[in-house]
């Protein structure tokens, strides 16, 4: 995994946020068991309820595009502290995730963190909860 690539990516998604209401810029990228890429970016709406996240509209693309584990994540908000996923962004990761999925958040190329996704989602409810 690169991971000043998938920083890349995701810098490069936030530019294309639509924050009209919060000005809160959030970019994601996605890295999928054939190793591609997908990247999404924060998308809201007046009616508050509608609006999507980064991490949903980059794994959603994945998805719709037949992939179906995510070995990686990047997110990046803001640029001078560490934005992690929110809550329903994790559980949609988590549905996903490989294994050894790694969550990386960012600030920029340089200053970034990494994560085992049990981390940052403990004790998480899952398809096995369902069998």
Not at 14 to 20: C, G, H, I, N, Q
């Amino acid at each position: 995994m690169d991971i000043q690539l998938m920083i890349k990516k995701a810098l490069e998604a936030r530019e294309f946020a639509y924050v009209p209401y919060s000005k809160f810029k959030v970019g994601a990228s996605v890295l999928m068991e054939d190793k591609t890429i997908y990247t999404g970016c924060n998308v809201e709406n007046a009616s508050y309820g509608a609006t999507n996240c980064a991490e949903r509209t980059a794994v959603f693309k994945a998805i719709s595009e037949g992939k179906r584990c995510i070995h990686a994540i990047c997110v990046v908000g803001s640029l001078t502290n560490f934005t992690y996923p929110c809550g329903i962004c994790r559980q949609v990761i988590l549905e996903f995730a490989s294994d050894n999925c790694k969550v990386i958040i960012g600030k920029n190329l340089n200053d970034y963190i990494v994560k085992d996704l049990g981390e940052i989602i403990p004790g998480a409810f899952t398809k096995e909860n369902l069998e």
